[in-house]
């Protein structure tokens, strides 16, 4: 189990360094240490076997002891990187599918876009990891809760794998179908045996999973709803153009922001504001933002402005289009000007 775990774990660094370098490290470094490790503890407990328990430390010379011990202990902590790493690129895939609640996601890269940071994430795994360590009695639980939610992942790994090589990678379905058999045929096997530690441990990972999996679901179904109330009840240009030259309304020096998720079309909120309010600004411009699976959208390429209607109601579309990393440039007070602007979302603003 551990050795499998510790081969999936090397995925999890595919954001953050290129593949060869990961191949690499593991042909020439990794993989002929852990050889190494393994044999000498194989020979040591052939020996000794009442020492099965503690094979790693009993196995280390007295002279090389506590080197060995602050040098898997560093490894133990680089280790559990791949997993918040891991855990980092999930949520943001969640984030651009609209099944997670908004958290502030740092981009450290500009070459690896999956080199991010979450600290709120970051936060409630360090919640978690000391919750988990203090709840547990013995590291026996511990152990049956890690290797739960290991199986659970790589069975969920396998059955997403199904359709990406049928769909995205066209592969022969004789190939998905071997696939599918080896895997599952070592999958299963493990998750049979779990399942008999679920009580012992093993069902914190379920629980945990279970929480996210209902905010997903709720903040997902929610987002839906509200988009898709927002494209039903648009306003059409056939009722603007019958408020007449100027909307009907009296137009003061200004310019007025309304912001929108849709891309297309007016939202309802613009009839609501043009129906109670007596005076609107003389230019209304509807703000769309968008963020793009890239590091930085050129100045000239950021904005797409176009016309709304006749010329004479002087509302246009502006469609901001930011990547990975949102350009930071100005002084303090232009950026608190422009923050100020933003929040009001669906309100005016000069």
Request: with cysteine.
């Given at each position: 189990m551990l050795s499998i775990t510790g081969t999936e774990a090397l995925f999890a660094d595919l954001s953050h360094f290129p593949v060869p370098a990961i191949q690499i490290a593991f042909a020439f470094?990794?993989?002929p240490c852990l050889l190494l490790a393994y044999t000498g503890?194989?020979?040591?407990?052939?020996?000794n076997q009442g020492h099965v328990k503690d094979a790693f430390y009993r196995s280390i010379p007295d002279g090389v002891y506590w080197p060995m011990f602050?040098?898997?202990?560093?490894?133990?902590?680089?280790?559990?990187q791949a997993t918040i790493s891991a855990t980092f690129s999930i949520i943001k895939q969640a984030l651009s599918h609209g099944c997670f609640p908004r958290v502030k996601v740092v981009h450290t890269s500009k070459i690896f876009l999956g080199q991010i940071y979450i600290p709120d994430i970051n936060w409630i795994l360090m919640i978690l990891c000391v919750a988990v360590t203090a709840g547990f009695r013995n590291q026996s639980q511990i152990g049956n809760a890690y290797g739960t939610a290991v199986v659970i992942v790589m069975l969920v790994t396998t059955f997403l794998m199904i359709p990406i090589m049928l769909l995205v990678w066209r592969s022969h379905w004789s190939v998905v179908a071997l696939f599918t058999s080896l895997s599952l045929l070592v999958e299963l096997t493990y998750f049979s045996a779990v399942l008999f530690k679920i009580d012992q441990g093993g069902w914190v990972p379920l629980i945990i999973a279970g929480a996210f999996l209902l905010v997903m679901y709720v903040w997902h179904y929610g987002s839906v709803l509200r988009y898709e109330f927002e494209v039903h009840s648009r306003v059409s240009m056939a009722w603007i153009l019958g408020l007449g030259p100027g909307l009907g309304l009296v137009r003061v020096p200004g310019v007025g922001f309304v912001y929108t998720e849709l891309a297309s079309g007016v939202p309802r909120i613009f009839s609501h504001l043009v129906t109670n309010l007596p005076a609107v600004h003389s230019v209304v411009v509807f703000?769309?933002?968008k963020y793009l699976p890239v590091y930085l959208v050129p100045a000239d390429e950021r904005f797409l402005v176009r016309r709304i209607g006749p010329r004479s109601f002087r509302m246009f579309r502006c469609v901001a289009r930011y990547g990975t990393r949102t350009c930071t440039g100005?002084?303090?007070?232009?950026?608190?000007?422009s923050s100020t602007a933003w929040r009001c979302s669906c309100g005016w603003s000069r």
């Open positions: 470094v990794v993989f503890q194989a020979a040591y407990i052939m020996k602050i040098i898997a202990t560093a490894a133990a902590i680089i280790a559990s703000v769309c933002v100005g002084t303090t007070a232009s950026r608190g000007r």
